[in-house]
């Protein structure tokens, strides 16, 4: 199966293309040139012609030098010797150990079908309010954090997955600065989390197209971990990277852009990914957080935007702080009926007052006058943004649901929110 | 059946695979490439020469240059007969849970499994009888299909004039028994099944005449039936940018909807929101049937992890079924979420055909290809005089939210409502989010247009001194200004604001809107005296929230009636004296 071609016709940006024979699609390649060996991938076959993306990119590689099909798609190694080791975006260990003697599964496999899917009905407790409270994560939550670059997104990622209580944390960096990675890395192994995660790490460093790659190895090792009954966290950071990457593949091809120069099938490619997120019905699950930074703040951003379409929310993270506005969990209400009674008022009715007392801080700015409820709206925002917004805080669900309804005490009167009497009789702080 | 043509793969992009060919090959028609031992199903969209190019409805990693192609002779079809309804399809017609129940978690590559059982037996009653003059589309006997009955028809395809040579007795038969033979002028004889293939490009037309939709279509969605009618017949759209909404009032719909059958076709959207529907809809009773919603839904499910051609045809599959129970006189509703990927899975398969691009990189023919899917919503005559319908509602999913896009503005061309989201209201939480001010509507609803025209003023007025206060503050404003501010606020909090998630607001039938509106339209006609704005303030919004209470009360509790006493005692307080008189 395995067969040397020689020449390579062209070279284009990252792609090459070379004549061959009985070259399937999709399949791997290695391209070897004087300063080393890459992979590549089968993008287009014409004939005998047959283009390949060249992963280490094309810079170096020579129309003499040698392209080996290795008669076989992308795999990886899958084995629960996995678990504690960093490989990179080809899925090559880059910590030094052993390499891995396993089984080779597929990667970007079937897609999962749905009649096998059950409904998402476990939380997943962070201890951070904004989450918790008004926006609560489910397992099998496919969810991104936008934000700015610049903004504590890998902090909180990180935080997150050590509060959960997952079987498996698998780790895909894309375009990631080294010192993000060791970050991560240090605080899994601090904390001890390490022995339970896998990491696939492409850094800015490393060719641009190898970050195609990263999450395709880790969800596809991810679903077996789940398949094996586990219950897996992965997390993705940063997604726009990898559709840049798309995005270059794209021109190189001369595919007409869509939108800014991204393909029209950018939907689809995030959404193959995304959808991996699944609840097996006698299984484990998968459960996706990711990063997508928007370039200026702006969630129009093809990017964003097509992310948004796909996942099931999304914590949009600003000023250090999640907002409660932009941010969304759609599967809150499949988790927050269960919880207690107040769970559900409580997160809409705090949210309003919250959204009351902006306009009134708008109204003061414009130098309107203010009525006594106006300022203690004033005050109920400062209350919300110290005691509940602030990423430092770290408290139980139920300890966030007491505290708000003691913020609502300090500011208001029962009869002011209009929260059912039958909680206020309940919860409403006596003194 | 499949035609001699050989051919064999000579290149492949994406899903797009060319083939080349000798002898004949037909656009359009279904055709196989048969790769590492499976037979991946696909479409031919173009011939140049001796060259077919086809779209392949799987992924293609694997095919290799020299792989054979089949084709089939047949366009692209789908099964139609007895057991279709509540059913759960891929986007090509293959049933979802009995691929699960052969291959497990995943979908495999080159499985076909017919969309009806059949084994299933059917209580089969004649209805015409040897010696009648049939043609496609005439019914030839009916079977109870859960609520429905199912009629059995000469094949649409039939064209020219038949009779009928022999017919089977009452009795059981299964979708594959020969029900009856047919004869021809030339003295040819045909068998005729309860089954048979529809391709699901062309639209059925074996009816008499097409009506206008004018019969109001009650979803129980207050701002849709009041303000933005659908008419049964009809088309609609709801294009919203992402998280505002589209998809749960598309679920609403789902099961309110004053209809006989619904069909979702779940396009290129998350996998999660179809098993929410198939999960729970099995264990609601539809209040119109007293049986379980399920059995009058069909699921067409292609999402968006799934292979991008059979996207582009499940919408197809989904309104072929829709025109095939319309053939029976029954009103159909169609709820495609969301028809954008469909768009984009145009606008992928001409990149790759290396096409002219318009605007966006969709094709130049997205707006035929949009139009002519709405064009197959409709009301007809059938032959037999009843009358049958299918509504068509998709969602649209704009890029950056902007409703100034190529999918969205080739909808609106179209379709007789439009229910626009905002973001502005999702983010506000004032669901279902569909703004008061843009929306549209060419049908007739159920109030009387006067009322509407009143209250689209109120609502108008209102903006329009939000806007001002927002400059002036409030105590610029004039107090009547102010008034229909409120007023406007009061109509949209308690009208046309509705909690898709409570058991009794979440629908309101007909009759009660009526009452109710009425009700409203009788508060926002008064002319109210309050001592100054805060007191005006404190009114609606006591008014307000007693209101609300009364939309959560069930209109059989006895607290329904009290309530309304209760508001219109308010009322009356501070209406201005001549009225109260
Ligand atoms: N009528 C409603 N009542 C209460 N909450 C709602 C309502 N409509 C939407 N929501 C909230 O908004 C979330 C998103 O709604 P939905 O999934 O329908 O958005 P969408 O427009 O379909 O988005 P996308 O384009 O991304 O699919 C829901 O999960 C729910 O939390
Ligand atoms: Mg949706």
Known sequence: MRKVYGRIDDILGDVVTVRALDVAYEDLAQVTTRYGVSLAQVIRIEGNKVSLQVFAGTRGVSTGDEVRFLGRPMQVAFSDDLLGRVFDGKGVARDFGPPIVAEMIEVAGPSVNPAKRVMPSRMIRTGIPMIDLFNSLVESQKLPIFSVAGEPYNQLMARIALQAEVDVIVFGGMGLKYDEYLYFKNTLEESGAMGHSVFFVHTAADPTLETLLVPDLALAVAERFALDGRRVLVLLTDMTNFANALKEIAITMEQVPSNRGYPGDLYTRLAQRYEKAVDFSDAGSITILSVTTMPGDDVTHPVPDNTGYITEGQFYLKNGRIEPFGSLSRLKQLVNEKTRDDHRALMGNMIQLYASSRETKEKKAMGFALNSFDERLIKYGALFEARMMDLDVNISLEKALDLGWEILAQCFEPEEVSLRSKLVEKYWPKD | MGSKTKASVVAVNGNLVTAAFEGVVIQGEVAFVVSGGLHLKSEVIRVEKNHAVVQVYEETRGVRVGDAVEFSGELLSISLGPGLLGQVFDGLGNPLPAIAKEYGYFLPRGVSISSLDDERPWDFTPVAKPGDEVSGGSVLGTVPENMVTHKIFVPFGMRGGYKVKSLVDKGSVTAKDAIAELEDDNGGVFEIFPRFEWPVRVPIKAYEQRLMPDEPLVTQIRIV??????????????????????????????????????????????????????????????????????????????????????????????????????????????????????????????????????????????????????????????????????????????AGGTFEEPVTQATLKVVGAFHGLSRGRSDARRYPAIAPLESWSNYTGILAPEKIAFARKLLRQGSAVEQMMKVVGEEGTAMDDYLAYLKAEFLDGVYLQQDAFDSVDGATSQQRQVKVFDFLLNILKTDFVFSDKAAALKFFHKLRSVFVDWNYTPQDSPRFEETAAKIEQRRLEFAAKEESS
């Open chain 2, 225 to 398: 039936d009041s303000f933005f009618p659908v008419a049964k017949g009809g088309s609609f759209c709801i294009p919203g940018p992402f998280g505002a909404g589209k998809t749960v009032l598309q679920q609403a719909t789902a099961r309110f909807a004053d209809v006989d059958i619904v069909i979702i076709a779940a396009c290129g959207e998350r996998a999660g929101e179809v098993v929410e529907t198939l999960l729970e809809f099995p264990r609601i009773t539809d209040s119109r049937t007293g049986r379980s919603l399920m059995e009058r839904t069909i699921i067409i499910c292609n999402t968006s992890s799934m292979p991008v051609a059979a996207r582009e045809s499940s919408v197809y599959t989904a309104v072929t079924l829709a025109e095939y129970y319309r053939q029976m006189g029954l009103a159909v509703l169609l709820l495609a979420d969301s028809t954008s990927r469909w768009a984009q899975a145009m606008r992928e398969i001409s990149g790759r055909l290396e096409e002219i691009p318009g605007e966006e990189a969709f094709p130049a023919y997205l707006e035929s290809r949009i139009a002519g899917f709405y064009e197959r919503a409709g009301r007809v005559r059938l032959y037999d005089g009843q009358i049958g319908s299918v509504t068509i509602g998709g969602t649209v999913s704009p």
